[in-house]
Structure formats: C-alpha cells, structure tokens
C-alpha cells in the first residue's frame, strides 16, 4: 500500500478562522513533507519532518503551524492566512529524509476568502 | 542552484502515438531523479525513479532514461491512451546535504481520440 490520504479535500476558510490540514500514511515512512502548490505552478516545499522532529522550514510564514504527533500523522494548522495562501496543500511521505522516493497525497485544496 | 526544465509546456498527440517528453537539469551532481504525473486539481502520482547510477527504468508502457553527465532524462510513452493526458512533472534529488526536490513545471500531455 503506498496511499497518503489527506483530510479534508476542500477547505474555506476566511482570514480569521483557524484550521487544520490533515495527512496519513501507514507505509511505515520515517520522512513526511508539506508543501504548496499555486496553479500552473511546480510544488513547493514547505516543511519536512524527519522522525517526526521538524528539520526543515523552507522560511514559510508563522500563521503556518505544522505538528507531528506520531509517525504516521501530519497535521498542518493553519491561522490568520491571507488570500494569497490559497493553493493545493500537498502531504507527501518517504522511507526516510533523503533520497528516496516521495508518495504524494491527493491534496487539500484551500482557499482563503 | 539546481533548475529544471521541462520542454515542450504543452504536447497534443493523437491517440496510438509514441511519445517523448522531455527533462533537463543544471547541476549534474543529482542523487536521483523522479517522474510524475498530476491530473488537473489533484495529488502527484509517482511513475519511475531513477537512481544517478542506473540508465534507464521501465514500468509497463513507461520508459525514462537518465544522462547525468550532459543533465537530461526523457520519459518515453508508447502506444498513449486518453487516460495518459495529465501534466508530467520532473524532479531531481540534489545538492551536496540537501535532500529535495527540485521540480520542472512541467509538460501538459494531451492525447486526442
């Protein structure tokens, strides 16, 4: 099984809401990445938990919140967005923090009124 | 810094078609190299990883080839179907301690009936 599933599908949120993006995978991964994704545009990566300690931080803004509770959840909590946080939210997972090859979840698509 | 670059942006073909879609990067120094597919408002599926040591990789009617030293890869699909129209994105590992994904913005296949 190589599934990342990722809750919820679609989020609207206004700009003072607080949220939560959600991501699971139970292929034993010890890596697991958030990044974001603009239309027509490449992914772009935001964070990657190794072991569930947060290594990096591609300097993403703090209204963006990630937790690792256990090794096979991602949550992404979110606060205070602008509309320009609006974006496909991507949850990907890996044997570990390296090399390897990343499996993707479908995404959650946000969007910030 | 690493780039990637995906050419053509866009390709229609007719269906029954062996097709060519095309990758190249700036920093040979690549770990590995990974190709997608996205279809339209959704997660990146994994379709072939190549490792910098190997040529070559196949799965069913897939084949990408890797050239590290002149910074190409092409993904070669034979016999294309309908169900093959989706974006197809190109990502290397790289950068001396730095392990992520560099991708290209990728190539909008569309097969026409």
């Known amino acids: 099984d190589t599934e990342v599933t990722q809750t919820p599908k679609h989020l609207v949120m206004g700009m003072t809401n607080k949220k939560s993006l959600k991501c699971e995978q139970h292929?034993?991964?010890?890596?697991m990445y958030w990044y974001k994704q603009k239309a027509k545009k490449p992914p772009e990566l935001m964070f990657v938990?190794?072991?569930?300690?947060?290594?990096i931080n591609e300097s993403v803004p703090s209204r963006f919140s990630p937790e690792c509770p256990n090794s096979s959840l991602l949550n992404l909590h979110l606060h205070a967005l602008q509309p320009e946080d609006s974006a496909l939210y991507l949850c990907?997972?890996?044997?570990?923090?390296?090399?390897?090859?990343?499996?993707f979840g479908p995404g959650t698509r946000l969007t910030v009124t | 810094k690493q780039e990637v670059t995906q050419i053509p942006a866009a390709l229609s073909v007719p269906e029954g078609e062996n097709l060519v879609l095309n990758c190249s990067f700036t920093?040979?120094?690549?770990?590995?190299l990974q190709w997608f597919r996205q279809d339209p408002g959704k997660g990146l599926t994994s379709l072939l990883l190549?490792?910098?040591?190997?040529r070559e990789q196949t799965s069913g009617r897939l084949n990408a080839s890797l050239d590290k030293s002149s910074g190409r890869s092409t993904l070669y699909i034979a016999a294309s179907q309908p169900g093959d129209s989706a974006t197809y994105l190109c990502?290397?590992?790289?950068?001396?301690?730095?392990?992520?994904?560099?991708f290209g913005k990728g190539t909008k296949l569309s097969v026409i009936p």
């Open positions: 990907a997972s890996s044997h570990a923090d390296g090399a390897y090859e990343q499996y």
């Open positions: 190549i490792q910098s040591s190997q």
């Open positions: 938990y190794s072991y569930e300690k947060l290594s």
């Open positions: 990502a290397v590992f790289s950068g001396a301690g730095s392990y992520q994904l560099t």
């Open positions: 292929m034993g991964h010890r890596a």
């Open positions: 920093d040979s120094a690549i770990y590995n």
